[in-house]
């Protein structure tokens, strides 16, 4: 029987192949995907926000895209991966609403979570190979640990693999 794991909203999980890890409702959140190819090691976390420096109630390490990269790094390390092989995928980031004011970068969370994302990947040199952000829609991930494939599911805009 395949593991079959809900990541939840400021969530993290990691499983071992054949397991998959499922995220519902990515807005303007990021689900952030790593995968170790060769010993088939996953790991998801459904970000909600950019950085944990910014709030004081951050306690939550999967909460922000900064604390839950590395987190989820450590946790897939301690599962056997190594963080030299890890690769990752981005998923969500949407702009949900439209605003009156366009130049306030404050509302537009979603563009800056996967800014934060990106940057904190880079950061721990963790190349990014596939991403489906933006946009005004909500998405559901699957990431599957046998083969790395992130399932994307929209409502009017199809599904793919990236």
């Known amino acids: 029987m395949i ?4 990541v939840g909203m400021a969530d993290l999980n990691t499983v071992i192949s054949p397991g998959i890890l499922i995220t519902l409702g990515l807005g303007s959140c990021v689900g952030i995907a790593l995968y170790d190819g060769q010993v088939k090691i996953a790991g998801l976390a459904h970000i909600m926000l950019p950085y944990s420096n910014l709030i004081k109630n951050n ?8 604390t839950a990269i590395l987190q989820l790094v450590e946790d897939m390390i301690a599962l056997g991966a190594k963080k030299e092989r890890l690769r990752a995928k981005l998923a969500g980031g949407a702009q949900m609403f439209t605003f009156n004011d366009r130049d306030s970068n404050l509302l537009k969370i979603g563009e800056r ?10 950061k ?4 990014v190979v596939a991403q489906d952000t933006g946009g005004n829609y909500g998405r559901t991930v699957e990431l599957y640990a046998d083969t790395g494939d992130f399932l994307i599911k929209t409502i009017g805009h199809g599904t793919k693999y990236i």
């Open 59 to 66: 306690e939550n390490k999967a909460k922000f895209a900064d």
């Open 3 to 6: 593991q079959r794991v809900k």
């Open 113 to 122: 979570n996967v800014i934060a994302s990106l940057e904190t990947l880079s």
């Open 124 to 127: 721990l040199n963790i190349p």
